[in-house]
């Protein structure tokens, strides 16, 4: 069974820091990919950066030079760094996961409904 449990959340300023975990069990990194989704109130999900299943990374243009994605697989955690907040970084976010899904062959920051394993999230609250 797979598993996904955020934990980091919380409120920083503009400018600040903030370190989201993600504790994965349940599956193996050869065939699954790995990423971090948000939703702000009244928006779509989207993808913030994903691992593949050949450990390539990728970064969604809103996040990159701020955000930073890695995975300790000996920890069997996936974490977000994130630098440099915004009041605009303000969502909850989301560790996800999925079978032989490809960020190279799909739109993979508007494609949270093709991932099939969820964390519960943890909220980011920047303030002005």
């Known amino acids: 069974q797979v598993q996904l449990v955020e934990s980091g959340g919380g409120t920083a300023q503009t400018g600040g820091s903030l370190r989201l975990s993600c504790v994965v069990s349940g599956l193996t990194y050869r065939d699954h990919c790995v990423a971090w989704f948000r939703q702000a109130p009244g928006k779509k999900r989207e993808g913030v950066a994903i691992i593949d299943m050949d450990g390539s990374i990728t970064t969604a243009e809103s996040v990159k030079g701020r955000f930073t994605v890695s995975q300790d697989k000996a920890k069997n955690t996936l974490y977000l760094q994130m630098n440099s907040l915004k009041p605009e970084d303000t969502a909850m976010y989301y560790c996800?996961?999925?079978?032989?899904?490809?960020?190279?062959?799909?739109?993979?920051?508007?494609?949270?409904?093709?991932?099939?394993?969820w964390g519960q999230g943890t909220q980011v609250t920047v303030s002005s």
């Open positions: 996800a996961a999925d079978l032989y899904y490809s960020s190279k062959e799909n739109d993979w920051v508007a494609d949270s409904w093709k991932f099939g394993y």
